[in-house]
């Protein structure tokens, strides 16, 4: 037998990056999907069961029974249990196994077997699990690794429909570079021209076509202003400035962005939160939310009626169009290796060495935490 002295560097063996980042929260599913019958969803490449009890507190688990891995979202909520089909053992929300059906209440046999309970927490209308490690890598709170407006009552939020594309997460991920709105966007325009939003303006000024951009810095705000011109130098318009004070602007670990929207000036902006959350290597999910911050029963109406009139349909439309692409550049494969990176990718290079160093660091043993991922990006 061979014998090394060399130290250990691994302590843990992470999935290939591009089956997703574990040891993260992540939201799980929409709140309403769940409620009486365990619900099967699969996120980073595993299968997962989420239950409720019988008060509602929501739990997700590894969708397998530990007697012999038969599908727990099979089986039944029985109080505040999720019961197997096969031979009906049940495990309370930490995976606790609290029956067998052949063993008195106090068998010791109900401690040698547990299911894969993950730390589980539902804010915002949507369900969020840490998909991870806990024992190399303990679960921080999720208050720490999210946008705190999350759990400020002054933002009323909406949560936009699911939706699952065949692409890879990283692809789609990459895919939220300021630089391509006029031009992908030209037409749904969420970050468009004001004029986009006035009622009875046409909002395409200028063919997708012929549209060219320049985009500086406002001075002291490093944030970038975009001016679009037409091809024979005519100008269209500006992005509109979102929120200076939104400082979580940007993008977190392990696949949050974050954008703020002024639909016109002088309008109220609105935040959104839009994870892209890994399936598998070649499809991934997005959940999205739009948040703003209200404070008068006027305002609340007026972000309220904006929603539902333009966010909403507009968001779908983006949605396909994001989509077409990354779906376009068919495998990360493919993409990597028929890449030419130019100025504007800049951006989208530093997420990406953050995603390879956040995920070198866990084969080391070390965790990157969203806040730290900052300082990258
Ligand atoms: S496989 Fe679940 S109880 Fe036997
Ligand atoms: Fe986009």
């Known amino acids: 037998m061979q014998t090394t002295t060399e130290p250990r560097t691994t302590v843990y063996e992470p999935i290939p990056l591009e089956q997703g980042l574990r040891n993260y929260w992540y939201p799980i599913v929409q709140s309403p999907e769940v409620a009486d019958k365990p619900v099967m969803v699969r996120c980073v490449s595993e299968d997962l069961v989420v239950w409720r009890d019988s008060k509602g507190t929501a739990y997700v688990f590894s969708d397998f029974c530990p007697h012999r891995a038969t599908r727990l979202s099979n089986g039944h909520v029985q109080g505040d249990a999720l019961q197997c089909i096969f031979h009906g053992l049940r495990f309370d929300g930490s995976g606790r196994c609290v029956m067998m059906p052949w063993e008195p209440d106090d068998s010791p046999a109900l401690g040698r077997i547990r299911a894969l309970a993950y730390p589980t927490e539902e804010v915002r209308g949507l369900i969020f699990a ?79 076509g012929n549209r060219r951009m320049v985009l500086s810095r406002v001075p002291g705000r490093h944030r970038l202003e975009m001016q679009i011109y037409d091809l024979a130098g005519n100008f269209i318009g500006t992005g509109l400035d979102g929120d200076p004070d939104f400082v979580d602007e940007g993008n977190h670990l392990p696949t949050l962005n974050c954008l703020s929207v002024r639909p016109r000036q002088g309008g109220l902006p609105y935040h959104n939160l839009h994870w892209t959350i890994p399936i598998d290597t070649n499809r991934m999910r997005w959940l999205r939310y739009a948040g703003c911050k209200v404070t008068t029963p006027e305002e609340r109406a007026e972000w309220d009626r904006f929603f539902h009139e333009v966010t909403l349909p507009r968001s779908r439309n983006i949605g396909l169009e994001d989509a077409l692409v990354a779906v376009g550049q068919r495998s990360l494969a493919f993409a990597r290796s028929h890449e030419t990176l130019l100025g504007p990718d800049t951006g989208m290079a530093r997420l990406r060495r953050l995603l390879e160093n956040a995920h070198q660091a866990q084969a080391e043993g070390r965790r990157i935490t969203p806040a730290e991922g900052r300082r990258f990006v």
């Open 130 to 208: 840490y998909l991870g490690d806990t024992e190399h890598f303990p679960a921080p709170p999720l208050q720490d690794e999210l946008p705190a407006e999350l759990w400020d009552d002054q933002y009323a939020s909406y949560i936009l429909p699911t939706e699952e594309y065949d692409c890879n997460w990283i692809l789609s991920f990459e895919g939220m570079d300021k630089y391509h709105a006029a031009i992908l966007h030209a037409y749904s325009a969420l970050l468009g021209t004001g004029i986009a939003y006035e009622p009875g303006v046409d909002p395409v000024a200028a063919t997708r």
